[in-house]
């Protein structure tokens, strides 16, 4: 079955940190954009950041210089590090994968199921 599958998220007081990993079953192609989305309470969803296979990245400017997206191909993982935590990063992540193959079989717009981050002292 081709999914995403995040974990990592919790409860975190402002200034703290927390790395979300996404496990990704289905193959990653080279013009695969993985992404980080989050939505906050009666907000839309945003982006948060993305990665190529090539290793280029992109960052929404409210995170840019505190959050890091990053992957290991070998364990076919995206990870989003996440520092100087604020209450408004508050929010569901969700990881996305624009185009996967699995089993000969192409998907599109791959969701997982999210993981709550909360900051709160």
């Known amino acids: 079955q081709v999914q995403l599958v995040e974990s990592g998220g919790g409860l975190v007081q402002p200034g703290g940190s927390l790395r979300l990993s996404c496990a990704v079953s289905?193959?990653?192609?080279?013009?695969?954009?993985m992404g980080w989305y989050r939505q906050a309470p009666g907000k839309q969803r945003e982006l948060v950041a993305t990665?190529?296979?090539?290793?280029?990245?992109k960052y929404a400017d409210s995170v840019k210089g505190r959050f890091t997206i990053s992957r290991d191909n070998a364990k076919n993982t995206v990870y989003l590090q996440m520092n100087s935590l604020k209450p408004e990063d508050t929010a569901v992540y969700y990881c996305n994968a624009d185009r996967l193959i699995f089993d000969s079989k192409w998907y599109f717009e791959v969701w997982g199921q999210g993981t709550l981050v909360t900051v709160s002292s």
């Open positions: 289905g193959t990653i192609v080279s013009n695969t954009v």
């Open positions: 990665i190529v296979r090539g290793g280029s990245t």
